[in-house]
């Protein structure tokens, strides 16, 4: 690790805690040339560990930036939480996914994103499960969740649009 001070190439780890909640390492370094102290906060990448079971048998990388884009398309309503929160939330995903599931795959992804955009924005929530097919249908009590060409019209009416 360099310096963040002197860009020393090499530093010293003076004190190291792993986190209890999260699986990351809290490290205390010091840069021999410049003497100056700076925490860092590593955490492992499932880009590197864990690769993704598509439905075909194949597998590739897991692509934090592909997460990244899709929860920041999903607060089209709040751009201030698109490019303020978008970063922390798919680490929160990721996070899990890694702690949670020993093989994952893109249904897993989508499920872990949409419960964590659910405790973070309701509506952010509703519009990444409304991209990525996780709402089959909407119904309101009392009325039928039929399709608009299978319900009946009198002879009279015409179609709706």
Not at 78 to 91: G, P
Not at 132 to 139: C, E, G, N
Request: net charge positive; proline share 6%; glycine share 2%.
């Amino acid at each position: 690790m360099f310096c963040v001070n002197c860009f020393h190439k090499t530093t010293n780890v003076v004190n190291s805690r792993s986190r209890k909640k999260h699986p990351s390492v809290w490290r205390r370094r010091k840069c021999p040339a410049c003497n100056t102290i700076f925490t860092t906060i590593e955490r492992p990448s499932l880009q590197d560990n864990r690769p993704v079971s598509l439905q075909d048998g194949t597998t590739t990388a897991f692509n934090l930036g592909k997460l990244l884009i899709s929860i920041a398309s999903a607060f089209m309503h709040d751009s201030e939480k698109a490019s303020c929160d978008a970063l922390w939330l798919a680490q929160s995903v990721e996070d899990t996914l890694s702690t949670e599931y020993a093989i994952i795959t893109p249904e897993d992804i989508a499920a872990v994103t949409h419960q964590t955009l659910k405790r973070f924005d309701e509506l952010a929530a509703v519009q990444y499960a409304a991209r990525h097919q996780l709402i089959v249908s909407a119904r309101r009590r009392g009325r039928p969740s039929l399709l608009p060409a299978q319900r009946k019209r009198p002879a009279d009416e015409p179609p709706s649009r």
